[in-house]
């Protein structure tokens, strides 16, 4: 069981979408990056996932946060969401203008 685990989870590469912004216009879009910044992260790469996709990490402060809010409600969760979206969105456009630079 492990074994066919391990094959699915090495042979994860192979199934990433492609962009189609990329593809259809020639442009990196806002979230190109992604799924390998989580492909590194899965493998334990850490700094090489923030240097794909710098804002995976808000990001997934965000979801963590969400998900455990939804379990527990957490006093002042509107400000602490709001504060997590607008890093990530932040972390977003940052890094998407300095591709162009």
């Known amino acids: 069981m492990r074994?066919?685990?391990?094959?699915?989870?090495?042979a994860l590469e192979n199934?990433?979408?492609p962009c189609f912004t990329k593809?259809?216009?020639?442009?990196?879009?806002?979230?190109c990056g992604l799924q390998r910044s989580l492909l590194f992260l899965i493998k334990g790469e850490f700094i090489s996932a923030f240097l794909m996709y710098p804002a995976i990490y808000p990001m997934l402060a965000l979801f963590a946060f969400l998900g455990i809010n939804k379990f527990y409600p957490i006093k002042h969760s509107n400000t602490i969401t709001i504060i997590l979206m607008?890093?990530?969105?932040?972390?977003?456009l940052t890094n998407y203008i300095l591709k162009f630079i």
């Open 3 to 10: 074994l066919k685990a391990l094959i699915l989870f090495l």
């Open 15 to 17: 199934f990433m979408l």
């Open 23 to 31: 593809q259809l216009l020639g442009v990196d879009c806002p979230g």
């Open 86 to 92: 607008v890093s990530t969105v932040g972390f977003i």
